[in-house]
């Protein structure tokens, strides 16, 4: 993205503006010591019960149940009752010994790090308990390989950052500094019909139509913008709580990511979030989503610093398969010409074509996936 300050070093400068701020707020980090707590002073206060099972990021696979073991802890209090939550949602209530209960599928069909948190309830206290899992795709995601249908051309001083196609017309958002531009372009030429330029300050990033307006994010100012796509005309602004990198709308939904794993979901008259998925195959988190694009029931992201598309399936956060695209434009070739990373995908839905290119590449691709 920003080629002055790679994104991988922006956690780590939050991390250090964060213990700065706390440092001079006179919280921990400041030069007079707290008076201890209860556990520097020796008196932990007993716990009325501990999660036996399932350990601390315990692995699953999708839809696979989760069996929970609660035990009673060193208060030797009794316990009238422990409420089971998963992921936020309650599962069951359990009134006597043993204290068991099932997690089943219709709970862990969704992909991620996922809370298992037990809540002991006695006569003189409440108590809760928190345990992490993380719940992996049930497929072994296969990697598909695409073969070139058509070449266009594509201005190589585009920093592509979103792309998408709409009644004959390309649209393409751009990124940098200074350089930042929402653009209307004619795809057997490459040539610009429109172009509107961002502030300075804003870096560009990913763009999405919905009805017949267009939205575009930016990527560190949390600030978004609605045009009218028939000019271009700032219609609106849009506020978000993290990172903005791609857009796409998936049926009356829009769909952000922020460069990690995540995938927000917003309703787009007041860009309200009111849902998210973690995308993990069947061995890993997959972060670094990038440009997205809503291609036939999945969600296709670009994986920043690689090559790979991953095929999301948004109801579960699974990766059905990838899509190996670094022999298109080879590192060798993009290196004589100034070319960046792989990044943009168009679908023409009426006429079943899929458009590729990346940032300041010279050509954008008409490709068909090998299935």
Avoid at 1 to 9: A, G
Avoid at 230 to 243: A, E, G, H, P
Wanted: proline residues 5%.
């Amino acid at each position: 993205m920003k080629p002055d300050f790679p994104r991988y070093l922006a956690p780590v400068f939050f991390i250090l503006l964060v213990s700065w701020i706390i440092s001079c707020s006179g919280r921990p980090g400041n030069l007079t010591k707290p008076s201890a707590g209860p556990a520097e002073s020796g008196n932990v206060a007993p716990d009325l019960i501990k999660i036996k099972s399932p350990s601390e990021n315990a692995e699953y696979k999708l839809n696979e149940q989760v069996n929970v073991t609660i035990v009673p802890g060193n208060s030797g209090k009794s316990i009238d009752s422990v409420k089971v939550f998963f992921d936020g949602k309650e599962v069951s209530v359990l009134r006597s010994a043993p204290w068991e209960c099932s997690v089943g599928s219709s709970f862990t069909c969704f992909t991620g790090r996922k809370s298992v948190k037990a809540v002991a309830y006695s006569s003189e206290e409440i108590q809760s308990v928190t345990r992490f899992v993380i719940v992996y795709s049930d497929v072994d995601p296969v990697t598909r390989s695409y073969k070139v249908i058509h070449t266009y051309p594509h201005d190589n001083n585009a920093f592509t950052q979103g792309l998408f196609y709409d009644n004959g017309l390309l649209y393409e958002g751009t990124g940098q500094e200074t350089g930042s531009s929402l653009r209307e372009v004619e795809l057997e030429t490459g040539n610009v019909i429109r172009q509107h330029n961002l502030e300075a300050s804003l870096f560009g990033e990913g763009i999405t139509l919905y009805e017949d307006r267009i939205y575009q994010v930016t990527w560190t100012s949390k600030v978004g913008f609605v045009y009218n796509k028939s000019d271009f005309r700032v219609l609106n602004k849009f506020y978000y709580q993290t990172q903005g990198w791609g857009l796409t709308t998936m049926n009356n939904m829009i769909v952000m990511s922020d460069g990690s794993n995540v995938l927000y979901f917003f309703k787009p008259e007041m860009f309200e979030a009111v849902s998210r998925i973690e995308v993990y195959d069947n061995e890993k988190m997959v972060d670094q989503l990038n440009e997205l694009e809503y291609i036939n029931g999945e969600i296709w992201a670009n994986i920043w610093m690689s090559d790979l598309i991953a095929r999301i399936d948004p109801l579960t956060g699974k990766v059905n398969s990838y899509i190996d695209m670094s022999p298109l434009f080879p590192v060798s070739k993009r290196n004589e010409v100034n070319a960046d990373v792989l990044n943009g995908i168009a679908y023409d839905a009426s006429g079943n074509r899929i458009f590729v290119t990346g940032k300041r590449w010279p050509k954008l691709y008409e490709i068909k996936i090998t299935e």
